[in-house]
């Protein structure tokens, strides 16, 4: 049990497009889901948390108006980089949480992201 | 603000000998949990075992144990009979709460494990 998956797992866009990144919960309702971002050979670092039927709350330093983050039902969030460019091209990694009381977060298998 | 620390940015060990990860953290909190994240090179993050502080007994899962250590702030993690599958990224992470109230994983920045065969 508590698959996530991510779609899609790789991706190359032009400087200037904006791509989505969609995560979902498969066999569990995420009340909770977030994403994160990470570098070639550096840990991960959270962009934001996502709250089903609530607004993004984003870390500081992150551009909320470049990564748009929607958690528009229990098993389903979604990350658009905005008018992406070559500095954002990373590995982002999405993970949902279920119920309160469940401690573990389970990690989709990320998404690589190349900006030309 | 928590951290996690991992001094070990890389180690090696014989296939079926042990091998200790170290991690210390940094917090003001009483109550909270930790927990070891593998990365293979697939990039898939799993989780490996989890300590709840209020717990003074050491998790183990199978050939994976902690020894946690609440006053020194310390929690390395043990893989024993080790095998070619173990060589992966590990991350040690830290659960606190965002400013909005929520969770968050804190991860130190990743120890390489190489098994040799």
């Known amino acids: 049990g508590a698959v996530v998956s991510q779609h899609p797992s790789w991706v190359i866009c032009k400087s200037g497009t904006s791509v989505k990144i969609e995560c979902r919960s498969l066999d569990f309702q995420a009340t909770t889901m977030f994403w994160y971002r990470q570098f070639p050979k550096q840990s991960l670092m959270l962009m934001a948390t996502?709250?089903?039927?609530?607004?993004?709350?984003?870390e500081q330093g992150v551009e909320k108006d470049k990564f748009l983050i929607n958690h528009a039902s229990l098993t389903l969030s979604t990350l658009t980089v905005t008018s992406a460019h070559p500095e954002d091209s990373s590995f982002y990694i999405c993970s949902a949480r279920g119920r309160e009381g469940v401690r573990e977060q389970f990690f989709g298998p990320g998404t690589r992201l190349t900006v030309l | 603000a928590q951290t996690v620390t991992q001094s070990q940015p890389e180690m090696s060990v014989q296939e079926a000998e042990t091998v200790t990860l170290s991690c210390t953290y940094d917090t003001s909190e009483s109550d909270y949990y930790l927990f070891w994240y593998k990365q293979p090179p697939s990039r898939q993050m799993i989780l490996v075992i989890r300590q709840e502080a209020y717990k003074q007994q050491n998790a183990t899962e199978n050939r994976f144990s902690v020894n946690f250590q609440k006053a020194a702030k310390s929690f390395s993690l043990k893989i024993s009979d080790s095998q070619l599958g173990d060589a992966a990224m590990y991350f040690c992470?830290?659960?606190?709460?965002?400013?909005?109230?929520?969770?968050?994983?804190?991860f130190g920045k990743g120890t390489k494990l190489t098994v040799n065969p």
């Open positions: 996502s709250n089903e039927g609530s607004k993004a709350t984003y």
């Open positions: 992470a830290y659960r606190t709460l965002t400013q909005g109230g929520s969770e968050k994983l804190v």
